[in-house]
């Protein structure tokens, strides 16, 4: 099998490389989100409330005994402060016994990746205020925060590429008006314009309503973005000469735009979808940060920071900040990605 | 079998939406000719002369402002031969699905019928016939432009219109596809409108050469004839600026004054006079209409001759 | 006796491309002596272009001149290796005493700034002149490619020219700093026939007046039988055949050179009458490999030993050429 010279060139770049198999670890810790995470995103702990990260142990009284943690004691119960005791340990073991949850949604199971062995909670990265596990709230808050972009960016494509590829391809005063509309729409103030349309949705809808509703709001100022994008490029193809060759032999325009002028901008559509997704994210997050987006008990990244709000919570329990890091993370992951595929789809970049 | 008359085109000089410019570039000003079955109309002449122009109107991509363009109805189908086999060909698509494409859009095959045609197809341009699963970028220039002839003759078109289809290729390869075309030509009974910068080229490959400067045809006759007897003063200078291997012929040191003819500004007369060596005032005012000189079939729009 | 002005030897360039390593230029040796014109001659991966950019250091990532190749340029009395200059040294050089001019003139010129003043620029560059000077220089020069109107064209941008125009300006520009070698790669090939007679005529002009060398680098043999001295004729990277112009077309020893001169098209061959040679075969592809005779694929002198082991070169009355099986 010969790999395409965009394949060779994508490989080179380590850091395009690395961001795209953070990305993919990301993905695949939503899919398997139950098993990974040792608790329910809602399970709490009314005694553990802010308790901090557990530091993993292996060594106990100079003697090697496995990985395990030692257990906090509440120190004070009104500031919600806590102190090891260092006599009281708690083994970490694989495959524990805890929650039921369904694995991909249908098989249902008790076994989590790990867990102590005693059924104490663990909190790697620390609890919050109601007592609950940060790290699985983390995961499974990835599940809208990641899919939250896609199906927003694939939603905009859909209608950029239908917009944006009829106004390109028929030109004249259709196009005109079309791309008059579209920098309108590009003009508006993204995130407020978010906020305005987040304030005319009624409030007494469902969880899943929501997650609709919020994916199309982010979508709408993303797809006249695309469509601009799209329509420039089947401006500079719909003149190609094998389009012309196309229409000569009597082939159709619908035929011809889908057949000879989308395929080639199948590299661009990947480019626009990775470069997209970040901002996308961003705008959920920005939105449930302000209590706008996704609300309890769904659990997102942009929700999971509007608990770190007050400084004084930041500044006695910081470990309210880890999805913070997760968000820039992905961001971060995405772009270098986008910029790595963009140097290797360019023929003229090395 | 095929007729055009009087083919005029105007492009309107427009700036942008708003613009009310009347500058027009005068790019086709008044076309005739006949060509016949099986025969090949070669037309010769730089850039700007209007030869694209022509292929354009002919084939309706560019429609043309007035005159007429008639086909004998066993005819209707036109093809064309783009210059550049590396901007013809779709670069996503398989090469059994571009050599057939013409047969699909016309209904006559099926979509189970395209890799056995495509085969005969390709063996048909001289490529081997197995490799209709390939991709445009796994072939040379000569290779592509093989596809491209064989996307042109698939539909069995009347007439092929074959707009500099070698001057993009290297020169060990043109010669290849010059032979395909004349051999093609015997076999499938096509008729060919030639179009090249290169009046060998041109000379070699056609049955009646046209000369074409600022959009008129200045000068027409059998290849042998014109090279022979050129009647134009500017197709005088087209053969003796065309290089010529082996005959020493210091095209270096001809003597050409003047520049290519302003298409936008129009001036009344003979659009070659400001080049042309042998000018009188006649030429500055009127046009001399294509006319017939002594010999049949040789026809020249020169006052030296009318 | 005429004295070599650039000896270039061993010249190997090779571009790393991410899927595999392509020798653009395979161990060239030549020689360009002063007053003389130098065709080199080759189709689409034969190196002509790249043998020229890597005269001139001009090879970018992912490309490489090998670092045993010499290419010595006379300075003074005696040589200096360029494949050994730093970019500045090399900075001096270029457009001072080597010059090049280009298929496209309108890529060379920048849109934005007027043609008077861009002609001159290489003479500021190189400190010899203010930009008053150097204005008035361009204006000069711009006389000298018989410019007509020349003081009044010096103020157009380049797109109010016609592409005879621009190229007789990238010749005044290429010529400002009296360059000992001017390198000419395709410069008629955008151009119309009578526009090539007409640029062909001045390049001939000014060659003869100042006495530099000029390489005319082009694809089509015929241009070059009386405009150069000499020919070098070069197949996927490889000199094939070096001899005096006319020695060459007349009388040509690779049988490449033969094939190729029989398959060009010339006025007087007709339909029906002649039939024009066709070279079986196409131009190898970048990075192909090549174990004998790079044209042995294609030719009709082809023996076992050709495929199998590449010749070397042969010297004899002033001609070279790689074959085996060369006519005499």
Redo the contacts between chains.
């Keep these: 099998m010969k790999h395409s010279i965009p394949y060779l060139k994508f490989k080179r770049k380590k850091l395009g490389m690395l961001c795209f198999w953070i990305l993919v670890v990301l993905y695949l810790s939503f899919i398997f989100e139950g098993f990974l995470a040792p608790y329910q995103p809602n399970t709490k702990f009314k005694s553990k409330s802010y308790q901090p990260p557990h530091a993993i142990h292996l060594i106990h009284d100079g003697k090697f005994i496995g990985p395990f943690v030692y257990e906090y004691e509440m120190a004070n119960p009104f500031y919600k402060k806590y102190r090891t005791d260092w006599t009281v340990i708690h083994k970490l073991s694989l495959f524990t016994k805890g929650d039921e949850y369904r694995l991909f949604g249908l098989i249902p199971s008790k076994t989590h990746l790990f867990g102590t062995k005693d059924g104490e909670p663990v909190f790697l990265l620390g609890a919050d205020r109601l007592g609950r596990d940060m790290l699985s709230r983390i995961i499974c808050g990835a599940k809208i925060s990641l899919t939250i972009g896609f199906v927003s960016i694939l939603t905009a494509l859909l209608g950029g590429i239908l917009i944006g590829g009829i106004s390109g391809y028929i030109g004249g005063m259709t196009d005109w008006s079309i791309m008059r509309c579209c920098e309108v729409i590009i003009l508006l103030p993204t995130f407020y314009f978010f906020l305005f349309l987040r304030s005319i949705l009624p409030a007494d809808i469902t969880p899943g309503q929501k997650f609709l509703f919020i994916t199309l709001i982010l979508a709408i100022p993303s797809w006249a973005g695309s469509a601009r994008g799209i329509r420039n490029w089947v401006l500079s193809l719909k003149n190609a000469d094998y389009v012309t060759a196309a229409k000569l032999s009597g082939v159709k325009s619908l035929p011809i735009l889908l057949r000879h002028i989308i395929p080639q901008i199948r590299s661009i559509l990947i480019l626009d979808i990775t470069l997209s997704v970040p901002g996308v994210i961003l705008g959920e997050a920005g939105l449930s940060f302000l209590n706008l987006g996704i609300t309890e008990p769904s659990v997102s990244w942009g929700m999971l920071m509007s608990a770190a709000m007050d400084i004084n919570v930041l500044k006695q329990y910081p470990w309210v900040l880890w999805p913070a890091f997760v968000i820039i993370l992905t961001v971060f992951c995405f772009f270098t990605l986008g910029y790595s595929l963009k140097d290797a789809f360019d023929p003229k970049a090395m | 079998m095929l007729t055009v008359k009087d083919l005029v085109k105007h492009f309107p000089l427009k700036a942008g939406?708003f613009s009310s410019s009347e500058e027009k570039i005068h790019a086709l000003n008044g076309v005739s000719f006949t060509l016949g079955k099986k025969k090949?109309l070669g037309i010769v002449g730089?850039?700007g002369c209007g030869k694209s122009t022509l292929a354009k109107a002919i084939?309706g991509?560019k429609p043309p402002d007035s005159g007429s363009v008639l086909l004998s109805p066993a005819d209707t189908r036109?093809?064309?031969i783009?210059q550049?086999p590396y901007?013809?060909?779709?670069?996503?698509?398989q090469v059994k699905d571009?050599i057939t494409?013409?047969m699909r859009?016309?209904g006559m095959i099926t979509k189970r019928e395209v890799a056995r045609e495509a085969e005969r197809l390709l063996e048909l341009v001289g490529l081997p016939k197995d490799w209709g699963t390939k991709y445009p970028h796994e072939f040379?220039?000569?290779?592509r432009q093989r596809i491209?002839i064989g996307?042109a003759i698939s539909?069995r078109p009347g007439i092929v219109i074959c707009d500099e289809p070698v001057s993009s290729l290297?020169?060990?390869?043109?010669?290849?596809i010059?032979?395909l075309l004349?051999e093609l030509q015997e076999k499938l009974e096509i008729s060919y409108i030639f179009i090249a910068?290169?009046?060998?080229?041109v000379?070699?490959?056609?049955?009646i050469v046209s000369v074409m400067y600022a959009g008129y045809i200045v000068e027409s006759a059998a290849?042998?004839e014109l090279?022979a007897n050129p009647m134009h003063p500017y197709t005088r200078?087209?053969?003796s600026?065309?290089?010529?291997?082996?005959k020493?012929?210091?095209?270096?040191?001809?003597k050409?004054t003047g520049?290519?003819p302003d298409l936008i500004h129009i001036e009344p007369g003979c659009p070659f006079y400001s080049r042309c060596p042998v000018h009188s005032d006649k030429c500055r005012t009127a046009i001399p209409q294509l006319k017939p000189g002594e010999k049949e079939d040789h026809s020249c729009t020169c006052w030296l001759y009318q | 006796m005429k004295e070599k002005i650039l000896e270039v030897k061993n010249l190997t360039t090779i571009f790393h491309n991410v899927n595999q390593d392509v020798t653009a230029v395979d161990n060239l040796s030549f020689d360009l002596f002063s007053h003389e014109i130098l065709a080199m001659i080759g189709e689409s991966g034969s190196g002509k272009s790249v043998t020229n950019l890597s005269i001139m250091q001009l090879i970018d990532e992912p490309g490489e001149v090998a670092p045993g190749s010499r290419i010595l340029f006379r300075d003074g009395d005696g040589y200096i290796n360029l494949n050994r200059m730093t970019e500045k040294e090399m900075e001096r050089i270029r457009g001072d005493r080597i010059s090049m001019i280009f298929q496209e003139p309108s890529a060379s010129f920048n849109p934005l700034f007027k043609l008077g003043n861009q002609v001159g620029e290489s003479l500021r560059l190189h400190g010899q002149s203010t930009k008053e000077e150097a204005y008035q220089e361009a204006l000069k020069l711009l006389e000298q490619v018989h410019i007509p109107n020349s003081a009044l064209r010096a103020q157009d941008y380049p797109f109010q020219m016609s592409g005879g125009m621009l190229q007789r300006m990238m010749i005044a520009q290429a010529l400002a700093c009296h360059p000992d070698i001017l390198i000419a790669d395709e410069p008629t090939t955008a151009l119309d026939v009578t526009t090539q007679a007409q640029i062909l005529g001045l390049l001939k002009e000014k060659q003869a007046e100042t006495g530099m060398s000029v390489i005319f680098i082009t694809h089509d043999l015929a241009l070059v039988e009386d405009f150069s001295d000499r020919i070098l004729i070069l197949y996927a990277g490889s000199l094939m055949e070096e001899g005096p112009a006319r020695d060459v077309i007349s009388h040509p020893m690779h049988p490449y050179t033969q094939d190729l001169i029989r398959s060009i098209p010339k006025p007087g061959m007709f339909k029906g009458q002649d039939k024009l040679f066709a070279i079986p075969g196409k131009v190898p592809d970048p990075g192909e490999k090549i174990t004998g005779c790079p044209y042995a694929k294609r030719c009709s002198r082809c023996t076992a030993e050709c495929q199998a082991s590449r010749p070397d070169i042969t010297e004899k009355n002033g001609r070279k050429v790689r074959c085996f099986h060369a006519y005499s």
């Design positions: 939406r090949t730089e850039s084939l991509i036109m093809q064309y783009f550049d901007l013809s060909l779709d670069p996503k698509m571009i494409e013409p859009a016309a040379s220039g000569g290779q491209c996307r539909s290297d020169v060990s390869i043109q010669s290849q010059l032979n004349l910068h290169n009046i060998a080229v000379l070699y490959m056609s049955d290849p042998q090279y200078l087209l053969l600026v065309v290089p010529e291997i082996g020493n012929k210091r095209i270096f040191e001809q050409i520049e290519v």
